[in-house]
């Protein structure tokens, strides 16, 4: 009774099977009436682009040796200026072998991608009939000159050269049909009307046929498409070629990762690109938006760049080693007459002492990593990594796995990591980025005895800096308007402080004046009845006596001091085509300083905001002649000052000009910092060892408001001695300072 009722429930299981299965199919066919025989005609086209399709399927000029794959993208009018455009312009140009991209009957370019309108498909979706009528258009017209045949969407990145080895490394004479096996996903499991061991290529990553495929496909694509099963092309394709072709898409585990599709969407493509599944992959995919797919392909230009490095420098090294052996035996004495570039750094093999110091200060001083980094270089000496040295120690731990992995497969054993334990890491200037990390790894061995074990690697690593590399700009075609003709219109807020205000207009006069450079000033004096702002007046009036042909000039400013509305007043005294440098009479300038501010200072592209020099307090370093003029002592490079600016009159107004809201100073330098950043003039953000900021006491006054106060204190602490100084002060007065409890 039990049996028999069980063999009942599924015979009539298997009977509504069917008849859902069959109701659906009619469904489709009537619904989407695309499927018609006539219109799967032989006629390839009719209209009168037909020269422009002759020339597109013109492969004359394709050696024989590129003829190793033709790639066909299904596209639709609306992707042809974007997504196409951008596979055409990027992966499209190194494909080894043939692209032509596929669209509806009516479809039109402007540009010149190799486009072939298919005749009567249009860019309904699914694209069942495009797919099917590309694959026969493929064949007709090439199935004899390519051994490769693939179907691509228009979202795809293709890595071509990886393409190549790859397909190079299979055997193109036997049927194939190459791609990322799919079953369907959860929700359309058994509606495709797969059996358990049938697949079928996923279309997004991109399938492969090779030629006898094909050729064996073709004359089935009618049937095919009146006895469709699915609203899946790629499920049908993959249909089709099983039942005429005989084969499933490749079942490999690995055809997962080569032909790499995204589950979590287009994000994955939009974050950090140094990932191990984009490493691995060949194809990715869905990559949407076109300003993604050209970030994909600079991001693959950057690896090659890296790799070209990596060989020149190992040539570097085998370069030193033979002038070595030369010169040992005599064969040339002086080494570097025969090369023009020097050896000496770039050749040296790797090794963690390729420096010795001479003395401690030359120490180079590493930092420890664990969850968090500790250095000595910095004022705060145990703090989180910040997030570029994370990248850098991903993308360095990423680099090694690969290294360690790379036999993984002959070896049948893999390597993963799973955290660094502790880490040393020191930089320096002329040899790159040392690294000894402590990581530790899951070894996994898959043939053989197997086995999973944890393991603790140390790795000694050096990322090698590469050689400087410059680029000259050709001042014709750049519009680079450099000239020494340029006057420099040097704004000077004062308010008080007239001893300053001499020395900043001796400085002016030894390094411009005296050198009859072209310069014009203005003085923007607050308070001018003051006492010290008529002694400033004199200073000023005595300098423009010395000077009658310069234009310099006192403007007087009323009511309460304001650094932005100085600026303000000053700027409104020159021209609109003026070159503007603000600047304060703290600073003292050397020359080549007004050389960088027209060289570095571009009408309507580029603002200049040199990073100033800033002296500490006299009184705490030890002030002999022995200390340079830029060193660690004497001062710091004041990173996060805006207040020296060097901008054209007319590109301050289109900003916005300063907010003259701004009482005192400070505050008004961040805010025409960041309307340049949000304008679309660039910023030139560079240490100017030609502008100094000499010491001078400052007191923050209690009715500043909070911020301002905040930064006026910041400042002031800031610029009192270095951390050198700090310690050698309290280490010589170890009782006043530190208080043992
Ligand atoms: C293909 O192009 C070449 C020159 O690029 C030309 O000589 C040849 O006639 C063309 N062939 C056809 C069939 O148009
Ligand atoms: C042709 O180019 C224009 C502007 O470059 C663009 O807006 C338009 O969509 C293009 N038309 C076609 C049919 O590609
Ligand atoms: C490739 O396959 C063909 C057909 O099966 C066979 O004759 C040929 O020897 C194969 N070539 C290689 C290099 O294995
Ligand atoms: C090569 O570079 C090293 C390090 O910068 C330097 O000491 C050496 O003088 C250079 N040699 C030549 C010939 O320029
Ligand atoms: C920058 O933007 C301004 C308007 O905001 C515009 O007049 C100017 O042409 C733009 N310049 C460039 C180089 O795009």
Known sequence: MYKSSHIFRFIIGTILGFVITTQLRYLLLHQSCFISLNQVSDSQTTNSDEHAVQDIINISDISDEKRLIFIGVMTAQKYLDTRALAIHNTWGKTVPGKLIFFSSSSSKVNTSIPLVPLPNVDDSYPPQKKSFLMLKFMHDNFIDDFEWFMRADDDVYIRTSQLETFLRSVNSSKPQFIGQAGLGNKEEFGQLSLQADENFCMGGPGMIMSRDTLR????????????LFSTHEDVEVGRCIRKFVGIPCTWSYEMQSIFYHSFSGEEMFTARLKTKEIHRAITLHPIKQPAFLYRMHSYFHSLNTQSLRYNSLLLYREILEMENILSEAKLFSNSNQLFHFNTSVLGMKPALNKFYPVNRDETLVWDFLSKSIYSLSSSNPKRRLESYQQVAVNDVVMEVMEIIN??????GRVIDFKEILYGYVREN??????????????????????????????AYLQKTFSQLEFKEENSQNNNFPYSDKTYVNIIVPLYGRSDNLKRFLTNVENICLKTQDKIRIAVILFDSDQEDA??????????????????????????????????????????????????????????????????????????????????????????????????????????FGYGIVSIYHSDLKQVGGFDTSIQGWGKEDVDLYSKVVRSNLTVLRAADPGIVHVFHPISCSPELEDLQYEMCWGSKLSSLASQKTLAKIILRNPQKYISIR
């Open 534 to 639: 008529i002694e400033s007046k004199m200073v000023f009036e005595e300098l423009v006596r010395k000077y009658p042909t310069y234009d310099m000039h006192i403007i007087e400013a009323p009511g309460p001091f304001s650094r932005a509305m100085a600026l303000e007043v000053g700027s409104k005294a020159f021209s609109l085509d003026a070159l503007l440098f603000f600047v304060d009479v703290d600073i003292v300038l050397s020359s080549g300083v007004l050389e960088r501010i027209r060289l570095n200072t571009i009408k309507g592209k580029r603002v200049y905001f040199p990073v100033v020099f800033s002296e500490y307090d006299p009184e705490y370093y030890d002030n002999d002649a022995e200390l340079p003029l830029l060193s660690e002592e004497r001062g710091y490079w004041r990173q």
């Open 216 to 227: 064996l496909l073709i004359p089935h694509i009618r049937y095919c498409l009146k006895n």
């Open 406 to 411: 790379k036999y993984s497969k002959q070896r």
């Open 429 to 458: 200037p002329l040899f790159g980025v040392d690294y000894i990390l402590d990581m530790l790894l899951t070894y996994r061995k898959y043939r053989g005895k197997k086995m999973t074990v944890p393991v603790r690697r140390h």
